[in-house]
């Protein structure tokens, strides 16, 4: 990216939010933030306990991650963060105006895959359909780009970086 731009990857549960954020950040020389780490306890417990979030409980959370991300406004990084429905991007949006999404997309029985082989997470495959049901992939209008999640995390991350790369281009 020629803009220092602040890169939410979002997607379902076990698309590798985790694991592809650090290699864009390392790769475009930014911050990286585990969006994990703003839920509240009681979120990560409801979540560990088979419980799908409610929209009014992701709103502090939503709201951490946002902070985050204003608060890196034109000095860029990456955070982890599903953003599942539009309502949560435009709540991002509002808080970080300059945010760009990335999708990171599959179909579900490779994101079941994925989450079956997981060690140490709090959320359970059980709440995989939940996410998946929620999910409201970018709008046109919406300042971002989906990438799939089939091979290795390096050829994904490098297909991101082209993609985010693509989205700073003038057209032609």
């Given at each position: 990216?020629?803009?220092?731009?602040?890169?939410?990857?979002?997607?379902?549960?076990?698309?590798?939010?985790?694991?592809?954020?650090?290699?864009?950040?390392?790769?475009?020389?930014?911050?990286?933030?585990?969006?994990?780490?703003?839920?509240?306890?009681?979120?990560?417990?409801?979540?560990?306990?088979?419980?799908?979030?409610?929209?009014?409980?992701?709103?502090?959370?939503?709201?951490?991650?946002?902070?985050?991300?204003?608060?890196?406004?034109?000095?860029?990084?990456?955070?982890?963060?599903?953003?599942?429905?539009?309502?949560?991007?435009?709540?991002?949006?509002?808080?970080?105006?300059?945010?760009?999404?990335?999708?990171?997309?599959?179909d579900r029985a490779?994101?079941?895959d994925r989450m079956?082989?997981?060690?140490?997470?709090?959320?359970?495959?059980?709440?995989?359909?939940?996410?998946?049901?929620?999910?409201?992939?970018?709008?046109?209008?919406?300042?971002?780009?989906?990438?799939?999640?089939?091979?290795?995390?390096?050829e994904i991350a490098?297909?991101?970086?082209?993609?985010?790369?693509?989205?700073?281009?003038?057209?032609?």
């Open positions: 990216m020629k803009t220092p731009h602040v890169v939410v990857v979002m997607g379902v549960a076990g698309t590798g939010k985790s694991t592809i954020g650090p290699l864009l950040a390392a790769r475009f020389g930014v911050p990286y933030a585990e969006g994990d780490d703003f839920h509240p306890p009681a979120n990560i417990a409801k979540m560990s306990a088979g419980t799908p979030l409610t929209d009014e409980d992701r709103r502090p959370w939503l709201d951490a991650v946002g902070d985050w991300a204003h608060g890196r406004a034109g000095l860029g990084g990456v955070v982890s963060c599903s953003a599942l429905k539009r309502s949560y991007r435009d709540r991002l949006r509002a808080a970080a105006p300059g945010v760009v999404f990335l999708h990171l997309s599959g490779l994101v079941e079956s082989h997981r060690q140490g997470h709090f959320m359970p495959t059980a709440l995989l359909d939940s996410q998946f049901a929620t999910l409201q992939p970018l709008g046109p209008d919406e300042a971002g780009a989906a990438v799939e999640v089939t091979g290795r995390p390096e490098e297909r991101a970086a082209a993609a985010l790369e693509a989205l700073s281009e003038p057209a032609p």
